[in-house]
């Protein structure tokens, strides 16, 4: 299994003399930052439409072989609902390609918790999304969490995210779809706060080593403190342990 371990964004205040070294300048975080780990989840595209003229700089602050994950913006999923969004597609798909290249890794769509479940929903990201790109879905709602619904994204080529958030407590067990784990990690008990026990990542590893998925993609959404950090370090410590 190929392990992507990373956060969701690396611009946080509490980080610095901690995570970043004294000295090292603000413009330099992300360069260090993808020396500690090989992936970013890219949070500040869900509230500002990215350009790729923005997204050219996190590429060449970065390492080679880096990888990014980039959220799509809240007006496709959270105030359009995939409505009447095919030029909003086509320029997040353009902005990331041509913005990222070859550090584009998947394009992460995460719904509200209105969001529900229906065939119409349903269609609308099955005739939305391109499948050249490798697309997630991350819901909140639990209508969403069935077998019909991960088979027919398998069939489709898109990946559904497994989350560790307190609305959703009993729906986080790890989803396998197209091979690929995607997983997010927001924080229980406090959202964005609460750290997870070193035992909670030790049972993660085991129980995604055992999925027999071919590559995986973990974040940490809990960085409104160190514990985004402090546990992706720590799963980083247990794969190498076992590697």
């Known amino acids: 299994m190929k392990w992507h371990i990373g956060c969701s964004g690396f611009l946080y205040r509490d980080w610095k003399n901690i995570f970043y070294p004294p000295g090292i300048p603000q413009r330099s975080w992300l ?108 819901f909140r709602n639990d209508s969403w969490f069935n077998v019909e619904v991960e088979e027919t994204l398998c069939q489709n080529e898109i990946i559904m995210s497994g989350l560790s958030h307190p609305i959703l407590k009993e729906k986080q067990a790890i989803i396998k779809t197209c091979g690929t784990i995607y997983y997010r990690f927001h924080g229980i008990e406090r959202l964005f706060y609460s750290a997870y026990a070193e035992k909670a990542m030790e049972d993660f590893y085991i129980e995604a080593t055992e999925s027999g998925a071919e590559e995986i993609f973990v974040y940490f959404n809990n960085t409104a403190s160190l514990a985004a950090i402090e546990n992706a370090l720590y799963l980083k410590k247990i794969i190498a342990i076992n590697a």
């Open 31 to 138: 360069n260090y930052y993808s020396t500690q780990f090989d992936t970013l989840e890219i949070n500040s595209s869900f509230y500002k439409f990215p350009e790729d003229k923005n997204l050219k700089k996190f590429y060449d602050q970065t390492e080679e072989n880096f990888q990014f994950a980039l959220k799509a913006p809240r007006v496709i999923t959270h105030f359009e609902k995939l409505k009447n969004c095919d030029a909003q597609f086509s320029d997040l798909y353009a902005a990331a390609q041509n913005g990222l290249k070859e550090k584009l890794g998947p394009i992460l769509f995460q719904f509200p918790p209105s969001f529900l479940y229906s065939p119409e929903n349903m269609e609308a990201i099955l005739k939305s999304f391109k499948p050249e790109f490798k697309n997630v879905v991350e």
